[in-house]
């Protein structure tokens, strides 16, 4: 007869069963009572002064989640409510660059181009695309939109209002209804000859404007424009690039006219985008 083996008594530190383990819900303890977050606008860098009446900068708001606008293959946006129980509030674009393992940066090659950290390690490793190389990236291309939609919107050109960078999250101002309705894209909108003229105005206005900076989009498309009421607004701005500096800054201002161009050659607007791109070029200072 085989010799029964006796059961050793369970300790107090032994795991349980993963049968009869229970998870219990994580919970926040310092969270708020109601949405997801206390506003976290104390400890981020904030957007130029003065800060717009309808932002709402109380330390004791709350900022819930509302879902997401957009997927993209560096950033997600998310809707985000900012608000004071019984208070005022505001809805803003919530921009989330991706960790290292979800992200693949598909324009890092023009983003290093003239944008070289100090630390010689800190360069390697966003060459070799390291974990620790790729999360600097993030940081850096959250950094890189904040600031040059800082330099851009103080100048009057038609962006979105940067309201504070932190870590890898830029909160924009959200454009679109109170409802939270996104504006659209330009790629998506169907104008006739007038409004299609005016847009294409408004388009050349601000790139005239970003030339004077010395500056080109990067990756300027019509999906890349958004129609806020009668506006154009331009957003997607990390891989702002310098004309100047780039070497190759000309190539990517040929590529963001005949891009653009395209779109509104192909709705029957009559546009010369050789004429546009030698005329940004005067503005940006790059012809004697």
Not at 29 to 50: F, I, L, M, V, Y
Not at 51 to 63: K, N, Q, S, T
Not at 171 to 190: K, M, V
Not at 207 to 230: F, I, K, M
Request: with cysteine.
């Amino acid at each position: 007869m085989r010799e029964r083996i006796p059961r050793r008594r369970p300790r107090f530190d032994d795991d349980e069963p993963p049968s009869t383990r229970r998870r219990e819900p994580e919970v926040e303890p310092d969270g708020p009572p109601t949405g997801d977050r206390w506003s976290t606008w104390a400890g981020a860098t904030h957007g130029p002064e003065p800060h717009p009446g309808w932002l709402v900068v109380a330390e004791g708001a709350v900022d819930t989640e509302l879902g997401v606008l957009k997927t993209g293959k560096e950033a997600d946006v998310h809707l985000l409510e900012r608000a004071v129980p019984d208070g005022p509030s505001c809805l803003l674009a919530a921009k989330r660059y991706r960790s290292a393992e979800h992200r693949a940066f598909h324009r890092d090659a023009a983003y290093l181009e003239g944008r070289r950290v100090r630390r010689s390690r800190e360069t390697r490793a966003m060459a070799n695309r390291t974990a620790f190389g790729r999360d600097l990236l993030a940081g850096q291309w959250a950094a890189a939109e904040f600031a040059a939609l800082g330099t851009l919107h103080a100048a009057g050109l038609p962006v979105p209002y940067p309201v504070q960078y932190d870590g890898t999250e830029v909160l924009l101002e959200f454009l679109g209804a109170p409802d939270g309705t996104a504006a659209p894209r330009l790629a998506g909108c169907r104008p006739d000859a007038d409004r299609l003229w005016d847009w294409w105005e408004q388009l050349t206005t601000a790139l005239v404007g970003l030339a004077r900076l010395g500056w080109t989009h990067g990756d300027l498309s019509p999906y890349n424009v958004l129609v806020d009421g009668d506006r154009l607004v331009l957003i997607d701005l990390p891989q702002v690039v310098d004309l100047v500096g780039n070497p190759h800054g000309a190539e990517v201002l040929v590529r963001d006219v005949r891009r653009i161009a395209e779109w509104f050659a192909a709705r029957g607007a009559v546009v010369d985008p050789e004429a546009l791109f030698h005329r940004l070029v005067a503005e940006a200072g790059l012809v004697p």
